[in-house]
């Protein structure tokens, strides 16, 4: 990429950013601001750098997609920015003001236009994965009537849907708490729908189960102003309670003990849930009371 355009003053009027982080970013919108043309590179598929991995900012305990949204948007919108990501600097020549940049970008080997981030291509690339195929046994299905019914009647409730399968693993969910092995191979079957991929999406998002849980979910927000405000210690507090670790069930079936990073009620730390009842400022003095009129019910 050579610098094209020099002014009066013989410098050009193009301008590399190595590197996408947040700095990378908001140098790139200053830039790009003042007149420039700008490349903001970075080597990795997207810009974000490590701020996008992050829950909160110090010391403001800021939200960190909030403060990196706008800027994400502002670059993409703006049209004296343009993006290469998957890319390195191999060489750099000349003097500041007017340089030549060698820049190697590596293929991504799909169309970037009709990308849409869903990470299929990773998951299924027949250069990274040996691609086989295992023929499934046609065997029984132990699915009592009761269970034959429920599931018709779900399927039946989304048919037509596109793409329905997140819906009715939802469904399946709310009816048995959690979703049964048999099911999953019922569903398979009758959606003629690889079990694999529906143990992807069930293994996905964290709603899911693949084992059984109790009637009520009891989750603690573990996000950083719940965390500073004495999440742990409640946590402790409902191990205490209920005789369970983090994660495990009671023996009656009655509560399930999780952990959630953020309910986005920070205002309200330390938050805490029983199914759809959110409580707020919970201390470990408040927890039996909490677990009384659910134990009683």
């Given at each position: 990429m050579s610098s094209k355009s020099p002014g009066s003053d013989g410098k050009s009027g193009a301008v590399l950013v190595v590197g996408g982080g947040i700095g990378g970013m908001q140098a790139a919108l200053d830039l790009a601001e003042s007149g420039f043309k700008v490349y903001l590179l970075d080597n990795k598929p997207s810009i974000g750098g490590v701020?996008?991995?992050?829950?909160?900012?110090?010391?403001?305990n800021d939200c960190a997609m909030c403060t990196m949204a706008p800027r994400l948007v502002e670059i993409g919108r703006h049209k004296d920015i343009k993006v290469i990501?998957?890319?390195?600097?191999?060489?750099?020549?000349?003097q500041p003001g007017r340089f030549k940049a060698t820049v190697r970008r590596r293929p991504r080997f799909v169309r970037?236009?009709?990308?849409?981030?869903?990470?299929?291509?990773?998951?299924?690339c027949p250069v990274r994965n040996e691609i086989y195929i295992v023929d499934e046994e046609e065997t029984a299905i132990d699915v009592s009537p009761e269970d034959r019914v429920r599931i018709d009647e779900i399927l039946h409730e989304h048919h037509g849907e596109s793409g329905a399968l997140v819906s009715i693993l939802q469904s399946v969910n709310s009816v048995y708490n959690y979703l049964p092995e048999n099911i999953l191979r019922h569903l398979s079957r009758?959606?003629?729908v690889p079990l694999s991929l529906i143990y992807r999406i069930a293994s996905f998002y964290a709603a899911f189960s693949l084992t059984p849980?109790?009637?009520?979910?009891?989750?603690?927000?573990?996000?950083?102003?719940?965390?500073?405000?004495?999440?742990p210690r409640v946590m402790r507090a409902l191990e205490?309670?209920?005789?369970?670790?983090?994660?495990?069930?009671?023996?009656?079936?009655?509560?399930?003990?999780?952990?959630?990073?953020?309910l986005g009620c920070c205002g309200l730390?330390?938050?805490m849930t029983v199914g759809k009842d959110l409580y707020g400022?919970?201390?470990?003095?408040?927890?039996?009371g909490i677990l009384s009129a659910y134990k009683n019910s």
């Open positions: 701020m996008a991995q992050l829950d909160k900012t110090f010391p403001t990501t998957l890319a390195d600097v191999e060489k750099l020549e000349g970037e236009d009709k990308c849409t981030g869903c990470g299929q291509c990773m998951a299924n009758q959606l003629h849980r109790g009637k009520h979910i009891v989750t603690v927000c573990t996000g950083t102003a719940c965390h500073v405000k004495g999440a205490k309670e209920l005789g369970i670790r983090k994660g495990e069930t009671t023996d009656d079936m009655n509560f399930t003990l999780e952990a959630v990073r953020c730390a330390p938050v400022h919970v201390s470990e003095s408040k927890v039996a």
